[in-house]
């Protein structure tokens, strides 16, 4: 088993399609076969179900496109250890991030952590808060950001921000207007003038629109360890 072998059963369980898939790869379909093929000789298993109407994982395939994955982030975790050391690092930070966290948050954040700690490298990894959690679990990350509050008790969460949620309506909005509080600071609308209606949503530290069909009174940032 090598690593492009593992690379190119990732890419085939991704795109289910031995074509496209020769094409991420910027190769040729025939040697993308011959891969798969040593690499299935190799586990011991059939990890692709080839019928007339496509390529599907088997069931082995499922259980082994979680490790493949893991093992390629390990060598590249491993990759990025060495060359942190060889800068003069003398630690690590793994920080995995969903639900689009806010960035300005998030920046300041870790500016006072590198202010305290000068000599630990942070990385930062994107994913589904999903994918985070078995990363947690899994020792792939040291700690998570998601706005995501209703998680279970094998994981420590631990609000670290709190964000109002502003949301935009048109002026002559019927439903609305009759339920609109003015304040001092311009005007409110209650939770409940909105409920069972799709609006439309802005986080204010990062100005990134987002459809609502349950709208929240706040936007909070959670902090997630193992």
């Known amino acids: 088993m090598n690593l492009r072998h593992l690379r190119c059963f990732i890419t085939v ?10 094409e991420r790869l910027h190769i040729e379909q025939s040697p993308l076969s011959r891969a798969i093929k040593k690499l299935e000789s190799n586990v011991g298993a059939r990890l692709f179900e080839r019928t007339s109407r496509g390529v599907q ?13 893991r093992i390629l982030l390990v060598i590249e975790q491993a990759k990025g250890n060495v060359r942190a050391a060889a800068a003069g690092f003398r630690g690590r930070l793994r920080i995995a991030l969903s639900d689009g966290i806010a960035q ?17 490298e942070i ?18 990350y040291d700690a998570g950001f998601t706005l995501f509050d209703g998680l279970k008790a094998d994981v420590v969460a631990q609000p ?7 949301v935009t309506i048109p002026s002559e909005a019927s439903f609305a207007c009759a339920q609109v ?3 001092q600071g311009g005007a409110e609308l209650s939770a409940g003038a909105l409920q069972s209606r799709d609006v439309r949503g802005v986080r204010p530290a990062t100005g990134t629109p987002a459809a609502f069909h349950r709208l929240p009174t706040s936007s909070r940032g959670t902090c997630l360890d193992h």
Not at 57 to 69: C, H, M, N, Q, S
Not at 104 to 120: F, G, K, S, V
Not at 123 to 140: A, H, I, T, V, W
């Open 181 to 183: 509080r003015r304040t």
């Open 160 to 166: 670290v921000w709190q964000d109002p949620i502003v």
């Open 57 to 69: 994982l088997t069931w082995a395939g499922k259980v082994f496109i979680e490790d493949a994955r």
């Open 123 to 140: 990385r930062l990894f994107e994913m589904p808060l999903s994918q985070q959690l078995k990363g947690l679990k899994n020792d792939l």
């Open 13 to 22: 369980a991704e795109e289910l399609h031995f074509g496209r898939a020769a």
């Open 104 to 120: 300005a948050r998030l920046t300041a954040l870790l500016a006072l952590c590198r202010e305290e700690e000068p000599d630990i």
